[in-house]
């Protein structure tokens, strides 16, 4: 087999797969060249937490034999895979980005780990991302995650490595879980394709939990048709997590090829051109509309007014659920905590309940509206986030007032926490660069389970531009 | 509504029996003040259409 080059590592996980299979590529040497990558940009990028060097060579060989005997193969046969350090794996570490955790190993696996593992994928390791899948991590315990395109800024949370690993060709494909955005912003902010599927899609059955009502596990590839095959393997009802639909799976993949012709896309007014958005986002967005327009798509301009107000109900409801699952660790271990998560989790817990129903019935409102627009619009599109990565330093600054609170924390959540609130899928893809050469993002919102026309969406754009294929200066 | 001071938030604490440092009391007076006046308007808005769900929607209903 031929040997393994930069090409081949930044190839989309679906293509690498058709390689193995027609043996063109040896799992070997692919995963051998995804460690030497890990052994020479991770020590600056920090994507991962725990890397299965052995054990994933051990599966790259077994991988590697049954292609050359010709046995029966798995949709993700020999590719690589990495998981957000918050899915239980059997025998191997899940800290949950935590000094908390640090030595907990599970004796069982996730159900998307059996699910992945079980369609021929090979764990690479575990990935890093901000303590407690909460986000605002000022000092992470196990490395400080870096944006690959330029490593002064963030990689957008909380699948922090997630979103790095792909970016930076550090394996052939990651999952991340997404409460208010946890795949959607680091997808974003990284440049490659994340998508949260419908709430109650994909079992959250081994997940740490963050927010039941939210929390939601996710691909995030380097191309639309990466996260469509993952999404394929991961969803459907688990008898272990008892609010997975029973509905039928459909074929994620063979539905990209529909196009957009004659589907109804609204941009959302509030913010797309809203007075937080930076202008290169909304002009990055607003061609990518019209590039949907051109491919046959009719596109016209929808307004939701209650999404702004959407990042302080969701902080509100989120953050208040973890705050008291972590009540008995915050009052033994609070300083084991790092400390922007617990400021984050202290200040949730004094949050009068008047204000937390309040919140309740705007997360109502917020699901009203989008439903009303979803049945005049196929999908909604807007921003993935308000701006690009910001640098590290900036995003881990002490808050020193109310209004300085209020814009670092509800502004941006505002942009991914409404598809979040309504339980709707939603995908970030790839749609520019800023002029400081940092990604920027689409974000596509559909109906419920209706996942498939979301990414199909996705993939017709994708398809009409070279964003997802550049690659970081690494 | 009067922004909460630190000994006030620091008393809600303390009722709570979470433990706080003084620098921690700063940030979360900050952060609980920003929480307060990001809610508040939602009184205003008109919610006689659509009740506060409870739970999710279940995931195979329509």
Not at chain 1, 167 to 178: F, I, M, Y
Not at chain 1, 246 to 253: A, L
Not at chain 2, 33 to 50: H, R, T, V
Request: net charge neutral.
């Amino acid at each position: 087999m031929p040997p393994v080059s930069d090409d081949t590592v930044f190839l989309s996980a679906a293509r690498q797969a058709v390689l193995i299979r027609d043996k063109q590529l040896s799992p070997v040497e692919l995963v051998r060249a995804y460690l030497e990558r890990i052994d020479r940009f991770d020590g600056r990028l920090r994507a991962y937490i725990t890397v299965c060097r052995e054990a994933a060579l051990a599966e790259a060989q077994r991988a590697e034999t049954a292609v050359m005997r010709g046995e029966t193969l798995g949709p993700l046969h020999g590719v690589t895979y990495a998981v957000k350090d918050q899915f239980a794996t059997r025998g191997i570490r899940t800290t949950a980005g935590s000094r908390l955790m640090a030595d907990h190993v599970p004796d069982h696996d996730a159900t998307v780990i059996t699910r992945l593992t079980g369609a021929g994928g090979i764990l690479l390791g575990k990935l890093n991302l901000t303590e407690f899948a909460l986000g605002g991590t000022i000092e992470f315990p196990f490395g400080q995650p870096r944006n690959p395109w330029n490593t002064e800024h963030d990689t957008g949370g909380s699948s922090a490595g997630s979103g790095a690993a792909v970016a930076a060709a550090l394996c052939g494909v990651s999952l991340g879980e997404d409460t208010g955005g946890s795949v959607r912003s680091p997808a974003s902010w990284c440049g490659v394709v994340g998508h949260r599927p419908t709430w109650g899609l994909v079992s959250r059955h081994g997940c740490v939990p963050l927010a039941w009502s939210l929390d939601q596990p996710g691909p995030i590839g380097r191309s639309v048709e990466d996260c469509a095959l993952l999404l394929g393997l991961i969803a459907g009802h688990d008898p272990h997590d008892a609010l997975t639909a029973h509905r039928p799976v459909p074929d994620y993949v063979r539905a990209l090829a529909e196009g957009v012709r004659g589907l109804r896309v609204g941009v959302i007014r509030e913010l797309t051109s809203g007075p937080e958005t930076d202008p290169e986002v909304r002009d990055a967005v607003t061609a990518a509309a019209g590039a949907l327009g051109r491919l046959g798509a009719t596109v016209d301009e929808v307004s939701l007014p209650i999404l702004p107000r959407a990042g302080a109900a969701f902080m509100a409801l989120c953050d208040s659920e973890g705050a008291a699952r972590h009540l008995p660790w915050l009052r033994t271990r609070a300083a084991e905590y790092d400390r922007g998560t617990r400021r984050r989790l202290l200040s949730a817990a004094l949050v009068p309940a008047v204000f937390l129903h309040r919140a309740q019935q705007a997360r109502a409102l917020v699901r009203e509206q989008l439903r009303a627009a979803l049945v005049q619009h196929d999908v909604l599109v807007a921003p993935t986030g308000h701006r690009p990565a910001p640098a590290i330093a900036a995003y881990n600054a002490a808050i020193t007032s109310k209004a300085e609170a209020i814009s670092r924390f509800f502004t941006r959540r505002s942009f991914t926490t409404p598809a979040a609130l309504a339980g709707l899928p939603a995908m970030a893809v790839p749609c520019g660069f800023s002029s400081t050469a940092l990604p920027l993002s689409l974000q596509i919102i559909g109906r419920r389970f209706e996942d498939a026309t979301v990414l199909r969406v996705g993939h017709a754009y994708e398809q009409t531009t070279e964003w997802h294929r550049r690659r970081p200066p690494l | 509504m009067a922004d909460l001071t630190e000994a006030q938030v620091q008393a809600l604490a303390q009722a709570l029996a979470l433990p706080m440092t003084p620098e921690d009391t700063t940030e979360v007076t900050h952060r609980l003040n920003a929480f307060i006046e990001a809610l508040a308007p939602l009184a205003e808005l008109s919610m006689d259409a659509p009740e506060a769900a409870s739970a999710p929607v279940d995931p195979d209903a329509d």
